[in-house]
């Protein structure tokens, strides 16, 4: 298999915190250098979302315009994917970042269930955020939670709400969401295939589960996450010292299976994007 993969690092998050990981980026300056040393390591999409100084998740635009400034002059090229996600704030406040143009942005086209509350997108909020991305020429990255919203994205991309190529995300392993589980895994594969036979798609396992949904992407000819925001551990005992340092456990994975890791112009090519 010679198809370069894409591995996507997701940085920080908003629920890991430093008493869970000192190495969890906090600070937009923290959070540029574990971008560029993740970046080295072979990532050539960043998945961000910003905090304040105590760690509380936000969406504040201020903030992440300064993520974005510093990331595209330490890391040129790079492929910037914006967080949309409900944890950082509500309603339109979600994308208020979006004229901030970035590369790319999470679109969950669905509700369902987290840990312990309800991560609501409802119809509304779910069209206007897919408008904005349209207007300012973001490819949304989707990020399905649940079987039904791998149909609601298709349906979208079928009918130009959600134009281009479709780059679709299974997140595995959230308690109360889609479990990690292969036979579910292979099944959201060939939905996939039979609804939209030419979109791209990768995965992201959670806490335990981050090394397993890495392997089972690379070895199926995917693209695959990894990061802090997902997973603080290199093993049970032992914590990650970096999100550098889970690329290049991803990076083990595609030598493993004789597949390149993707630059970031050969991401940014297979992805249709724009030039850097």
């Known amino acids: 298999m010679t198809k370069p993969c894409i591995i996507c690092v997701a940085i920080t998050g908003s629920v890991p915190q430093k008493s869970d990981n000192p190495a969890v980026p906090i600070t937009i300056a923290e959070q540029v250098e574990s971008t560029h040393e993740a970046f080295e390591a072979g990532a050539s999409i960043m998945h961000a979302h910003v905090r304040l100084e105590d760690g509380t998740p936000t969406s504040d635009p201020d903030r992440f315009a300064r993520l974005v400034e510093g990331v595209r002059k ?7 994917q914006l967080s949309t996600g409900g944890r950082s704030g509500a309603g339109q406040a979600r994308g208020g970042m979006l004229p901030l143009r970035p590369d790319m942005a999470s679109l969950s086209v669905g509700s369902n269930n987290f840990p312990t509350r309800v991560y609501e997108n409802p119809p509304d909020l779910v069209e206007w955020l897919a408008s904005e991305m349209r ?51 292979d099944y959201y594969i060939k939905t996939v295939q039979r609804l939209a036979p030419d979109a791209d798609w990768c995965g992201a396992g959670i806490g335990r ?24 551990k290199l093993d049970r005992d032992t914590l990650a010292p970096s999100n550098a340092a889970l690329v290049r456990r991803a990076a083990a994975l595609c030598e493993k299976y004789e597949r390149p890791v993707a630059t970031w112009v050969q991401a940014r090519d297979m992805l249709g994007l724009r030039p850097a």
Not at 74 to 80: A, E, L, Q, T, V
Not at 138 to 147: G, R, S, T, V
Not at 155 to 176: A, H, S, T, W
Request: net charge negative; aromatic share 8%; glycine share 8%.
């Open 209 to 232: 589960h981050q090394l397993e949904v890495n392997e089972w992407c690379i070895a199926a000819g995917g693209h695959t996450r990894t990061g802090l925001e997902d997973n603080v």
């Open 135 to 185: 207007r300012y020429d973001i490819k949304p990255e989707i990020e399905a939670f649940d079987l039904s919203h791998i149909h609601k994205a298709t349906e979208m991309n079928r009918d130009g709400r959600i134009p281009g190529r479709l780059y679709i995300q299974f997140v595995m392993g959230v308690k109360n969401a889609m479990p990690c589980d292969k036979d579910v895994f």
């Open 74 to 80: 330490h890391c040129p090229g790079m492929i910037i």
